[in-house]
């Protein structure tokens, strides 16, 4: 019990100190983030952008698709170009164009010597820290204030409706008229001037660091990769086989427990489901519904990077543009991912603790149609919005804020934070009289209820930025979410569960169970707190984000290398008792978390991690590789195990059809493995040799995005997609057989009692 309680006290030294550390690199963040300027001028006075317009840029940006429609700082989608480095390289090349003319008519006539002189002047010009901070004004020089001016005019064309760019636009799968009012195109180049600026201009204090540690790698300015990134990839490098050696070495000098003596019946066949359980089987087929218009919309995704504009020749994207179609694809993935982890915390509490609190059917019943209220809500009028190009006020408040994973206008984010709240309630309520039982699981079951805590508080990060919130202090809270709210806190919630149904089903012990959950919250809550920060190396942010990130995102790797074996070791237990059969699948994806964590979130993500590494593949396929194998592999496949656990108890036994199991979890771990491994790896890696060649423009350019190997890698994914495609079917065809045998079990039951009535 001492030992218990020094885990417990551990934990919560390591939640208080990380947060304290991330809270102050945040205040840093905030402080030395790239200044807005009031005024950006040419040395000749003339004002070429105001402050005002870089805001106003920014919201323009954001409500024409924002990282739905390319990246600014290497975050976002992938088809359209990354458009600071976009502008930064089209800049420089404008500007050596200009200064060329000392010499000759073009940069193309210039002697070697004479290239040599005009290239040393553009790469110290576009590196000069032009602003004042006495007076909050940026000043150019002439010949650069021509340049931009040039630059601004391809951005204006290209988000209005000139005939001209409408190839370059089928290309970034982009429709005409993204921006149709004149003032809104005038504002976007401001903003994209401002983000290509910092990513160049020098750091008061900092020669040859710019603001977003010389992120792009763009040559003619001199943007390389920096020495804190260099160095700090060694120390990370180091670090990570260091703690996996130190974890191994643990591991095995650990004292094993002898095998537990399977069980002789199944704990949970006599299980009566109470009136609020039942009420969850809606939320479960919804999951399923829910990730069927996921993958619909990642095939329509997908194929809108060889024809941007249509779908085999449909004009698709006058409905459904890949704004659109991209935004509902990565949002409905959350949604259906936590909605089975919600599901399955409404069905295990009442289970756990024996109580149905009072009304608790109709608080379930309430929060479901609330939840269906917003997703069909928000997905409605963010398809709205983007289609009739509403404008920022309707994007950020009910629209489509334009911001990956955390898309939904604030309007719809505050009553999803209401209904977190509310299962929150729910959850303890039905929990309280567990936790206030002296028993040998209630470790587990506090964890997760102070997880589930975690999961409704923290959700309150997606309300801390505004319309008018500097760009790396948005980043800043969006990762905040996507890295701690659905990486951190469902993951921890998950894992305590899934521990809960292990201990029950006897697979694992109560008391080592109690121990591991704890100190694997506290290995991984160590390591993935201030590892958020891995996201935000060159989002206009200072090195020592570099520093702590690239250290504890290494840390957060090394838990991972473990999973799989565990995950194999209870499958194996699993096999000791015929009746666990009932539950092979849901382990089965149990140990398939296991094997994607390993692979997707440890190798394929620590292969982008390190400073050095992302340096040059931010922005790049090799994000979505780990992304896929991450998401889905692990949060996904963890949703999946836990619905079909769940389905278990809410259906009488023989109403099973396992045989559709099986297609449909080797289809999805197989399509999934070759959507990756053929496909967006390869692509990534592709991309990756051309942006380390010539830099991070060319690598998102349409001469790399729509070449023939590109093509022909993104052609490469159909198969895969087919095989995960037919997985989710079998998936969804169990269900609803599943369903139907339910109801006629349930009128063959009725009839007797008919007849008695007559």
């Known amino acids: 019990m001492k030992s218990d309680h020094r885990l417990w006290r551990w934990l919560g030294l390591i939640f208080v100190l990380s947060f304290g550390a991330l809270g102050f690199l945040g205040y840093q963040i905030y402080l030395s983030a790239p200044p807005i300027p009031k005024a950006v001028m040419s040395v000749q006075g003339e004002v070429l952008y105001s402050g005002e317009q870089i805001q106003a840029g920014q919201q323009a940006w954001l409500s ?47 002697t070697p010597s004479e290239r040599v002189s005009v290239d040393a002047v553009v790469r110290d010009e576009m590196r000069h820290n032009g602003y004042d901070a006495s007076t909050q004004v940026l000043t150019v020089s002439n010949e650069r204030a021509q340049a931009i001016r040039d ?59 710019s603001y977003t540690s010389n992120w792009p790698h763009e040559p003619l300015v001199g943007n390389e990769m920096g020495v804190p990134a260099a160095m700090w990839s060694m120390a990370s490098i180091v670090l990570l086989i260091a703690g996996i050696a130190a974890m191994v070495w643990f591991h095995g000098g650990q004292k094993h427990e ?54 085999f020749g449909i004009p698709l994207a006058q409905w459904l543009p890949y704004v659109v179609s991209r935004t509902v694809h990565t949002q409905v993935g959350i949604f259906w991912i936590a909605t089975a982890w919600l599901a399955t ?70 009553l999803l934070f ?28 506090a964890m997760v209820f102070l997880s589930a805590t975690c999961i409704g508080g923290f959700y309150a990060s997606s309300l801390m930025w505004g319309q008018h919130t500097h760009y790396s202090m948005i980043e800043y809270w969006r990762w905040w979410l996507v890295h701690l709210w659905v990486e951190g806190f469902f993951e921890v919630f998950a894992t305590a569960v899934v521990a809960l149904i292990f201990t029950r089903l006897g697979l694992v012990r109560t008391v080592t169970a109690n121990r591991a959950i704890v100190a694997e919250t506290i290995v991984f809550l160590f390591g993935g707190i201030l590892g958020t920060l891995h996201h935000l190396y060159f989002t206009g942010t200072p090195t020592s984000v570099i520093a702590v990130g690239a250290v504890f995102s290494a840390l957060e790797v090394v838990p991972l290398a473990m999973i799989g074996l565990e995950a194999l070791q ?86 099973h059809a396992d045989g559709l199991l099986r297609p449909a979890y080797w289809g999805m771990n197989i399509g999934l493995a070759m959507m990756v491994f053929m496909s967006l790896l390869p692509a990534g890696i592709y991309q990756a040799w051309a942006s380390i060649d010539r830099g991070m423009w060319f690598a998102r350019s349409p001469e790399i995005v729509h070449s023939k190997v590109m093509e022909t890698l993104v052609w490469l ?32 039951g009725a009839a007797p009692a008919s007849a008695a009535r007559r």
């Open 570 to 655: 209870t499958y194996r237990r699993a096999q000791a008792a015929p009746w666990m059969q009932a539950y092979r699948w849901p382990i089965l994806c149990f140990v398939a978390v296991g094997f994607w964590n390993t692979v997707g979130a440890g190798v394929l993500g620590f292969a982008i991690n390190p400073p050095a590494s992302l340096y040059y593949v931010q922005g790049l396929n090799m994000t979505p590789a780990h992304g896929h194998a991450a998401l889905f592999g692990v949060y996904g496949m963890l949703g999946i195990g836990l619905m079909l656990f769940c389905l278990r108890g809410l259906y009488a036994r023989d109403l």
């Open 258 to 311: 002898d095998a537990l003596t399977p069980l002789k019946a199944d704990p949970f066949l006599d299980a009566v489901a109470t009136p609020s359980m039942k009420a969850t089987r809606k939320y479960f087929f919804a999951v399923i519904g829910l990730l069927l218009l996921q993958v619909g919309m990642g095939a329509i995704t997908a194929h809108y990077a060889v024809e941007g504009e249509g779908f």
């Open 418 to 445: 209401v209904g977190l709240l509310f299962w929150l309630l729910l959850l303890g309520r039905a929990l309280w009289p567990a936790l206030r039982t002296p028993s040998e699981s209630r470790g587990l079951i």
């Open 64 to 110: 024409a698709g924002g990282q739905q429609l390319g990246t600014v700082w290497g975050h976002g989608a992938y088809v359209a170009p990354d458009w600071s480095a976009d502008w930064l390289h089209r800049e420089a090349v404008a500007l050596r164009e200009l200064r060329s003319r000392k010499f000759a008519s073009a940069s193309s006539a210039l």
């Open 151 to 209: 630059t601004a005019a391809h951005y204006e064309a290209l988000f209005g409706s000139d005939p001209s760019l409408q190839a370059l636009r089928e290309q970034y799968a982009m429709t005409a008229g993204s921006l149709p009012e004149a003032a809104d195109r005038k504002a976007l180049g401001a903003f994209f001037f401002w983000s290509s600026w910092a990513a160049a201009a020098d750091r008061p204090g900092e020669a040859g660091l």
């Open 717 to 748: 994914r159909v198969p895969g997609d087919i095989v995960f495609a037919a997985g989710s079917l079998m998936l969804a065809c169990y269900a609803i057989g599943l369903l139907r045998r339910h109801k006629r079990q349930g009128i063959k």
């Open 345 to 414: 915390g409404l069905y295990i509490a009442p289970l756990l603790s024996g109580r149905e609190p009072r009304f608790q059917k109709l608080g379930v019943d309430v929060l479901f149609w609330a939840l269906i209220a917003i997703v069909v809500g928000s997905t409605a009028t963010g398809w709205y919005g983007s289609l009739e190009h509403a404008g920022a006020n309707f994007s950020f408040w009910i629209g489509n804020q334009g911001l990956e994973y955390t898309s939904m206008g604030r309007v719809w984010q505050i």
